[in-house]
């Protein structure tokens, strides 16, 4: 392989593809980057067997071939390169790839290609596109209440979130037992019906890969155990998490069993509630209490080694006076999940003495499909 291509271009794939190097890898062919020149275009993959990323590039080809190089070492060595320029010839008998650009010339080894687990693109049966936007929008409002990727060896079915797509409606729906995001939006065309669990992580990664300043449809293939999207040259796979999720619908609070509804300002709600989480945190519940009565929200916490907090702001309340408790983080990370200035948050009546150990729902007005539950924390 004899290639000459941008250094910019080389950049910008090279800082995709190294998301999918393995950082320890079973094997030591993970930790490389699979090129494939030929056509006009150079290729190039990564995969942990968990995510993989294919890029395709334009490059001036002088020689086709294959090679699998050390992805670290040459995400940075291109990043440090001198001229726009930049070529790369693995044709040399003695293993080695000469990496030139300006002045600079370096040498890596390369690694066996014949070890890589090259990754073919998908042809599943399930497909639709997605405008990267609305994509956007669905993880944005449902990730954030999934299990965390460090605690998957407990759950891993709730480090996910299930997409289920019914014509033309697609919706996200995360948990991790203690709270639950459920986000819909609209597709352009018809997809059928698909429901499988992927997992977050995979997801604000193509979020944060693919979305742009300029609109784009994401193409998204499905297959019993695999997941691909893809689009404007960038290609992203992924397990599918295998297991059924749970019934979210039977958790979500109903209308007639709603006692009090109280529209509150995100702004301030959120910088109280952090506040408050101040003191809060110290404990491994991080539970801030809140109380509701007319006219006002009461925010308090309190810690035995460190001390207490407590703070008073407007709210808009109807219905019954409450008292509820939570934990600050869950409440913390819904505001942030809004686009809107105000949220509605929902209560089911409080027991005799006048606790709420119900789940509430949290949501805005300017966004009816999406839907925010939380279980409150038992104080005493």
Do not use: W
Not at 33 to 40: R, V
Not at 139 to 159: G, H, N
Not at 345 to 372: C, F, H, K, V, W
């Amino acid at each position: 392989m004899n290639i000459t291509l941008a250094k910019s271009d080389l950049i910008s794939a090279l800082q995709i593809v190294s998301k999918g190097l393995s950082t320890k890898p079973q094997t030591p062919i993970l930790s490389g980057i699979y090129m494939t020149a030929k056509e006009g275009q150079l290729e190039l993959q990564s995969t942990n067997y968990e995510l993989g990323f294919i890029v395709t590039i334009p490059a001036e080809i002088h020689t086709v071939g294959t090679a699998v190089l050390p992805g670290k070492y040459l995400t940075e060595f291109a990043r440090k390169l001198p001229a726009e320029e930049v070529s790369i010839d693995t044709g040399s008998s003695d293993g080695l790839a000469v990496i030139r650009s300006g002045s600079a010339r370096f040498t890596l080894r390369t690694m066996e290609v014949s070890d890589f687990p090259v990754l073919q693109r998908m042809e599943g049966t399930l497909q639709f596109t997605i405008k990267d936007r609305t994509l956007a929008r669905l993880v944005k409002k449902s990730t954030f209440a999934c299990l965390r990727e460090e605690q998957r060896d407990r759950r891993p079915i709730f480090t996910g979130c299930q997409l289920e797509v019914e014509g033309k409606e697609v919706t996200f729906a995360a948990t991790n037992v203690h709270r639950l995001a459920v986000k819909s939006e609209l597709l352009e065309e018809d997809a059928g019906q698909i429901r499988i669990i992927i997992p977050a992580k995979f997801l604000e990664e193509v979020t944060r890969t693919i979305t742009g300043d300029v609109p784009t449809d994401i193409h998204v293939t499905c297959s019993y155990n695999q997941i691909s999207m893809s689009a404007d040259g960038i290609y992203m796979t992924s397990r599918l998490i295998e297991g059924a999720f749970p019934d979210y619908r039977r958790v979500i609070p109903q209308e007639e069993n709603i006692r009090t509804r109280v529209i509150l300002d995100a702004e301030t709600f959120a910088s109280a509630v952090e506040r408050a989480s101040l003191i809060a945190r110290t404990d491994q519940y991080n539970i801030v209490k809140l109380a509701f009565e007319e006219g006002l929200m009461r925010i308090s916490s309190n810690s035995p080694e460190i001390g207490e907090a407590e703070e008073t702001i407007a709210a808009e309340v109807k219905g019954d006076d409450v008292t509820i408790a939570f934990n600050a983080s869950y409440l913390m990370d819904a505001v942030k999940s809004l686009d809107s200035d105000t949220f509605i948050l929902s209560l089911q009546g409080a027991n005799a003495q006048g606790m709420n150990l119900s789940p509430i729902t949290i949501r805005e007005e300017a966004d009816p499909n999406y839907i925010y539950v939380v279980t409150p924390v038992r104080t005493h």
